[in-house]
């Protein structure tokens, strides 16, 4: 295979307290803080100054699916609402771009069609919804439901729901709004449009109440790896998460999913694929060793095992906890935790030849390893240039001390690899992604010959 050249996609997801359940309490962290927006604000503005391409923020609609006494042991019981600190970032940060979670089991197109346009107007531009269906009873029931729809349900509400959106996005042509002061015209009827929308699971009329994105559409960012996720991320998605324990994995994932948008008429170069290799960086393999070590100290066996059952969705009691992990047979695929988590921590099993007591116990946080800054950046050119990923999305272990890390440790190694841009090459996401604006539905359809 060629080895590819350039920058790659960058992007820093943050969560409350880190992503490794025991680094909130690492002695001088902020991430106890966990309802900063000064914390956020911080790291937003150190992934700016390395040029980083994207903050990702993800979001639940509970507090977390584990026992009150286990939850109380955690930092995931509380975390602020992604779209207000979108909102927000983007007041405070000027090329970076933000990208928000938003579920559209539990919301409505009309209001979310809103809500991230008016953040791509406020940001000029810097905008990226990241599509959720959930997947959680919890969350259901904060919703009036008693269960969660089955997936092949909830993704096929979603694809109404992105069709609507981006139809509502589309009320305005670009270049509809005239503001002509002299004539009193301020934009050309003629050029707005009504939605009319009924279906399966929507009926909105439209129009929005809002002139085009600067985007056109705000990039469409999706993290499915269940059969049906491939599916509707090949299908629509424009900056793609996944998490796989081997690069050999990840290179099929990334091989599925281009095939799949090469099947569903799309160009593979308009899907940039993100993985997710999250080392703990140190200056040497020593230093970074005791920094993992020293979260891991800190992890509660109880709540470790919890978490383990919670993401498997079954009791794992039954199985000798100092014997090899088994073959697992999954519970139904339509319910529950994602397929990826679950896959990622029985491949990561299989392939490092752990038992149920390492992956019960020692299930931390996803792909959280130690590497020395100098290991890192091989590894993320390894991945980078071989095939396996356009790009990466670092699960950061503690906050802010780990993007406060990899920014002064790794990204200079990075750079001078030409594996990180010297500078923004645009104002908005799309085109320091290198996406196509969207065209127009209706100017499309008016430009086509009767």
């Known amino acids: 295979m060629a080895q ?8 820093a997801f943050l969560w409350p307290g880190g992503h490794h359940h025991g680094a909130w309490r690492l002695p001088g962290s902020t991430g106890d803080d966990i309802m900063s927006f000064d914390n956020y604000r911080r790291m937003a503005l150190d992934c700016e100054r390395a040029k980083f391409d994207v903050v990702f923020l993800g979001d639940r609609l509970d507090a977390w699916p584990l026992p009150d006494e286990y939850l109380a042991r955690t930092a995931r019981g509380a975390r602020l609402e992604t779209i207000t600190l979108t909102a927000a970032l983007a007041a405070v940060t000027s090329r970076i771009g933000l990208v928000a979670t938003a579920s559209t089991t539990f919301s409505e197109p009309f209001n979310l ?4 346009g008016s953040l791509d107007h406020i940001s000029g531009g810097r905008i990226g919804w990241n599509v959720v269906t959930s997947y959680t009873d919890d969350q259901a029931q904060n919703y009036g439901l008693d269960h969660i729809p089955p997936r092949p349900a909830r993704y096929a509400r979603a694809q109404e729901f992105l069709d609507v959106v ?10 509809a709004v005239l503001r002509d002061k002299e004539t009193g015209q301020f934009f050309d009827a003629d050029r707005f449009h009504k939605l009319g929308h009924e279906g399966s699971h929507f009926k909105v009329a439209g129009p929005l109440n809002m002139e085009r994105p600067p985007q056109g559409h705000p990039v469409i960012c999706q993290a499915g790896a269940s059969k049906d996720g491939i599916a509707f991320a090949a299908r629509n998605g424009e900056l793609l998460f996944s998490i796989n324990s081997s690069i050999e994995r990840a290179r099929d994932y990334y ?6 948008a090469a099947d569903a008429g799309r160009d593979p170069d308009d899907i940039k694929v993100l993985a997710s290799i999250n080392p703990v960086i140190g200056r040497t393999q020593d230093e970074a060793e005791e920094k993992y070590q020293q979260m891991q100290r800190l992890l509660d ?17 039954g199985y000798p906890l100092d014997e090899l992990v088994p073959e697992i047979e999954l519970p139904d695929a339509s319910h529950g935790m994602p397929r990826a988590h679950q896959e990622y921590m029985l491949n990561k099993a299989r392939d490092e030849k752990l038992t149920m007591r390492q992956l019960v116990y020692g299930f ?3 792909n959280i390893y130690p590497k020395s800054a100098e290991a890192a950046a091989d590894e993320f050119q390894e991945w980078y240039e071989t095939g396996a990923a356009d790009g990466f999305i670092l ?3 503690h906050v802010p001390e780990g993007v406060t890390d990899f920014v002064e440790l790794v990204v200079p190694i990075l750079r001078r690899r030409g594996l990180i841009r010297e500078d923004y090459v645009g104002t ?3 085109e320091n992604l290198g996406l196509a604006r969207p065209v127009n539905r209706h100017t499309t359809a008016r430009s086509v010959p009767a």
Do not use: C, H
């Open 166 to 175: 981006k139809g509502l996005w589309d009320t305005y042509e670009d270049d």
């Open 428 to 430: 908005t996401l799309r």
């Open 255 to 260: 091989q599925a999913i281009k095939t799949g």
């Open 364 to 366: 931390n946080g996803t």
């Open 4 to 11: 590819r050249k350039g920058p790659a996609v960058w992007a």
């Open 113 to 116: 069609a809103r809500q991230i």
């Open 395 to 397: 699960q950061i272990s």
């Open 301 to 317: 066996d109880d709540v470790s095992r919890t978490f383990a059952e919670m993401y498997f969705g079954m009791d794992l009691s």
